[in-house]
C-alpha cells in the first residue's frame, strides 16, 4: 500500500510515517516544513514529494496530519487529487471544521475517515493505545476500514458533538490547568521543588512539562477552536474562585463538604478505588525512566 502522509515533518505525521514502514507499506511525506521534512526523509527513508498534491496523486491511503486550522483547506486541495480507490483520513483534534469537507466529498463517492489518535508521539507502539472514530456517513463501514487500517488499536466511535465537548475536558481543560501550574512553578527554584516535592507534585511537574513542551501553536487551536471551552474554562475559574474563598476564610466545614462532594462524584467511576496505587505505578515507571 502506497501511505501519503500530508504534515509528515510534524509529530504525529512522523509517528505514523514510522507506523506504516514498519508494517510494509511505502510513505510518502509533504510538508510545508521542507527542511525538517528532508530531516524525516534522511532518518526514515520516505519518499519526499514536491506538494500536497503530488503527494496525494497514486496513494492508497491519504493521512491528512496538519494543523487544526488549516485541515478543511488541505482536505478541499487534494480531494480532487485523490484516486477513486483511495481513503481519506484526518486525524485532527476537533472535528467540527473537517466534518462537512468529509461529507460532501463522500456524497461525491470518496473514501474517508475521521480519526482521532487519542495518544502523542511518545507512544512506543499502537498496540494497547485508542483512536477514536467520528461516523462521517456510513458508521459501520467505516468502523470496519479503521479497523483494518489500524488493527492494533481500539477503535472506538463516538458522535462528532460530542467529542469535541470531550475534547474541551480532556484536552483544553487539562492544557489550562498545566499551562498556569507550569507558569507558577517556573518562577520558582524548580531544581530544589524537585529535590523535595513529593509524588503529586513530581507527577503534575511531568505532565505540565511534558504539555510545555509541544508545538503552541496546536494548543492554540485546541484551546480558541473548540466553542466549548471557554463553557469549562468559566466553570473551573468559578470552582476555583470558590475554594480559593473557603480556603481564605479558613472554612473548615466547607472545605471538608466540597471535598466529600467531590470524591462521591468520582465514585462514579468504577477504578477510583485504585487512584492511589496508580499513583505510585506511574510514578515509579517515570523513575524508572531516569535511570
Same mark, same amino acid.
Given at each position: 500500500?502506497?501511505?501519503?502522509?500530508?504534515?509528515?515533518?510534524?509529530?504525529?505525521?512522523?509517528?505514523?510515517?514510522?507506523?506504516?514502514?514498519?508494517?510494509?507499506?511505502?510513505?510518502?511525506?509533504?510538508?510545508?516544513?521542507?527542511?525538517?521534512?528532508?530531516?524525516?526523509?534522511?532518518?526514515?527513508?520516505?519518499?519526499?514529494?514536491?506538494?500536497?498534491?503530488?503527494?496525494?496523486?497514486?496513494?492508497?491511503?491519504?493521512?491528512? %496530519?496538519?494543523? #487544526?486550522?488549516?485541515?478543511?483547506?488541505? =482536505?478541499?486541495?487534494?480531494?480532487?487529487?485523490?484516486? &477513486?480507490?483511495? !481513503? /481519506?483520513?484526518?486525524?485532527?483534534?476537533?472535528?467540527?471544521?473537517?466534518?462537512?469537507?468529509?461529507?460532501?466529498?463522500?456524497?461525491?463517492?470518496?473514501?474517508?475517515?475521521?480519526?482521532?489518535?487519542?495518544?502523542?508521539?511518545?507512544?512506543?507502539?499502537?498496540?494497547?493505545?485508542?483512536?477514536?472514530?467520528?461516523?462521517?456517513?456510513?458508521?459501520?463501514?467505516?468502523?470496519?476500514?479503521?479497523?483494518?487500517?489500524?488493527?492494533?488499536?481500539?477503535?472506538?466511535?463516538?458522535?462528532?458533538?460530542?467529542?469535541?465537548?470531550?475534547?474541551?475536558?480532556?484536552?483544553?481543560?487539562?492544557?489550562?490547568?498545566?499551562?498556569?501550574?507550569?507558569?507558577?512553578?517556573?518562577?520558582?527554584?524548580?531544581?530544589?521543588?524537585?529535590?523535595?516535592?513529593?509524588?503529586?507534585?513530581?507527577?503534575?511537574?511531568?505532565? %505540565?512539562?511534558? #504539555?510545555?513542551?509541544?508545538?503552541?501553536? =496546536?494548543?492554540?487551536?485546541?484551546?480558541?477552536?473548540? &466553542?466549548?471551552? !471557554? /463553557?469549562?474554562?468559566?466553570?473551573?475559574?468559578?470552582?476555583?474562585?470558590?475554594?480559593?474563598?473557603?480556603?481564605?476564610?479558613?472554612?473548615?466545614?466547607?472545605?471538608?463538604?466540597?471535598?466529600?462532594?467531590?470524591?462521591?462524584?468520582?465514585?462514579?467511576?468504577?477504578?477510583?478505588?485504585?487512584?492511589?496505587?496508580?499513583?505510585?505505578?506511574?510514578?515509579?515507571?517515570?523513575?524508572?525512566?531516569?535511570?
Amino acid at each position: 500500500m502506497i501511505v501519503a502522509i500530508i504534515g509528515g515533518a510534524g509529530r504525529m505525521g512522523a509517528w505514523f510515517a514510522k507506523y506504516f514502514l514498519e508494517h510494509g507499506h511505502e510513505v510518502v511525506i509533504s510538508d510545508i516544513r521542507v527542511d525538517k521534512a528532508k530531516e524525516i526523509v534522511k532518518q526514515m527513508g520516505v519518499k519526499l514529494s514536491e506538494s500536497n498534491a503530488w503527494a496525494a496523486r497514486g496513494a492508497d491511503l491519504v493521512l491528512v %496530519s496538519t494543523p #487544526i486550522d488549516v485541515t478543511p483547506k488541505v =482536505l478541499t486541495e487534494i480531494l480532487p487529487e485523490v484516486d &477513486e480507490h483511495a !481513503i /481519506i483520513a484526518e486525524i485532527t483534534s476537533l472535528k467540527s471544521k473537517v466534518l462537512p469537507v468529509l461529507r460532501g466529498a463522500a456524497i461525491r463517492g470518496k473514501r474517508v475517515l475521521s480519526l482521532h489518535p487519542l495518544f502523542g508521539s511518545g507512544a512506543r507502539k499502537l498496540s494497547g493505545e485508542k483512536i477514536a472514530l467520528v461516523p462521517v456517513v456510513d458508521p459501520a463501514g467505516e468502523r470496519e476500514l479503521a479497523n483494518k487500517i489500524f488493527p492494533e488499536a481500539t477503535i472506538v466511535p463516538v458522535d462528532c458533538n460530542l467529542h469535541d465537548r470531550a475534547m474541551a475536558l480532556t484536552l483544553a481543560l487539562t492544557h489550562f490547568i498545566n499551562i498556569i501550574f507550569a507558569s507558577i512553578i517556573g518562577e520558582e527554584d524548580i531544581n530544589m521543588l524537585k529535590r523535595i516535592g513529593g509524588t503529586t507534585f513530581t507527577l503534575q511537574y511531568v505532565l %505540565s512539562e511534558a #504539555i510545555i513542551s509541544e508545538d503552541p501553536a =496546536l494548543y492554540v487551536s485546541i484551546q480558541m477552536g473548540n &466553542e466549548n471551552t !471557554i /463553557i469549562y474554562l468559566n466553570k473551573l475559574i468559578e470552582k476555583a474562585i470558590s475554594l480559593k474563598n473557603i480556603i481564605e476564610d479558613k472554612n473548615y466545614d466547607a472545605f471538608i463538604k466540597i471535598y466529600t462532594e467531590t470524591r462521591d462524584l468520582l465514585l462514579k467511576d468504577t477504578d477510583f478505588m485504585k487512584a492511589y496505587e496508580k499513583m505510585y505505578s506511574a510514578l515509579e515507571a517515570i523513575r524508572r525512566g531516569d535511570d
